[in-house]
């Protein structure tokens, strides 16, 4: 039987985490189970939708992101409706798109999955023809992901206190938002278009979202006092935030956000600018993606404290260098 073949893609900067020793490892596990690997390390933004594509011309079998949902994204884009699959080493500052799927933080783990080969058909939102897989925002959240790209250190700390001074000085914004035909007209805290259920970093945006249901979770969470904010921010959190008095969720397969002026958003958690008028869709079963057989339940307080334990327990393992 002839080897698979694997193009891993690292991207140097993403998260905290060191790479050394990153190649080596996966090229040794991922070889046992009749993959070979080439790996390549990104030299900037755009660097791995190139090399996707690379790979994609030249017949692999799977991409293997090491990084964070920035470089999902970009590989993502170049993969979608091929028959490349997509592997993930959850390597970023969040993760959000891998804890979704029940992607272990630990990278031994994360290749295990790879390695037995069971996938998923994944879907993708577009907002103005831009892809996201994770999650999409306009309001707090992309004022936050604009002031933590600009910072020179990365990871849960810094990312943290990006929100605290964000939240410090955030005004809510007015938005008209067009879902089927109707029109809603908010002073929204921030909106958000979900394929998966979290930001990362466990903080559960959208509880209910599912990855491969031909449907986005448009949130919507209303303007209120600091202390109710700060409630929603707990909510987040512990997983209950869908129960949230100032919170609406719709369902979607199409939307419209329209705002006073261009200005700031996020495709998974990498800011950009965009007009006035974001449309929003959902790209249905777009990209082939190694995941564990069996999705987990998600349940409140319990799945949140979980995975916050095995977050831990693998910072441990890796401190000690037991990983």
Do not use: W
Request: proline letters at 4%; glycine letters at 10%.
């Amino acid at each position: 039987m002839a080897q698979r073949q694997a193009l891993l893609v690292v991207n140097p900067v993403s998260g905290t985490r060191s790479k050394r020793g990153l190649e080596d490892l996966v090229v040794s596990r991922l070889g046992h189970a009749g993959i070979e690997v080439k790996a390549v390390i990104t030299e900037g933004p755009g660097h791995a939708v190139a090399l996707a594509k690379g790979a994609v011309d030249d017949g692999a079998d799977m991409v293997i992101s090491a990084g964070g949902d920035g470089t999902v994204n970009e590989i993502s884009s170049a993969l979608a409706h091929t028959p490349v699959a997509l592997g993930i080493l959850p390597l970023g500052s969040g993760n959000g798109l891998a804890r979704s799927l029940g992607i272990p933080q630990d990278v031994g783990e994360a290749l295990r999955i790879i390695a037995d080969g069971h996938s998923i058909s994944c879907d993708r939102g577009l907002v103005n023809g831009h892809p996201f897989y994770c999650t999409f925002g306009v309001g707090f959240d992309a004022a936050v992901s604009e002031k933590f790209a600009s910072m020179k250190r990365r990871g849960r700390i810094t990312y943290v206190r990006s929100v605290f001074r964000e939240f410090l000085k955030y005004k809510s914004q007015p938005y008209a938002i067009s879902i089927g035909g109707d029109v809603i007209t908010e002073r929204a805290f921030l909106i958000a278009a979900c394929n998966a259920s979290q930001y990362g970093n466990n903080a559960y945006i959208a509880p209910q979202a599912k990855l491969s249901d031909g449907f986005l979770d448009l949130i919507v969470i209303h303007d209120g006092s600091p202390l109710s904010t700060v409630k929603v921010g707990v909510d987040l959190l512990t997983g209950y935030i869908d129960r949230n008095t100032r919170i609406d969720t719709f369902r979607i397969s199409s939307a419209a956000i329209t705002r006073l002026e261009k200005g700031p958003v996020h495709l998974d958690g990498d800011p950009m600018t965009l007009g006035k008028t974001l449309d929003i869709s959902c790209d249905a079963a777009s990209l082939s993606v190694y995941a564990p057989v069996k999705e987990s339940e998600f349940k409140p307080i319990v799945s949140p404290f979980l995975s916050m334990l095995s977050d831990i327990r693998y910072d441990v393992k890796s401190k000690l260098g037991l990983d």
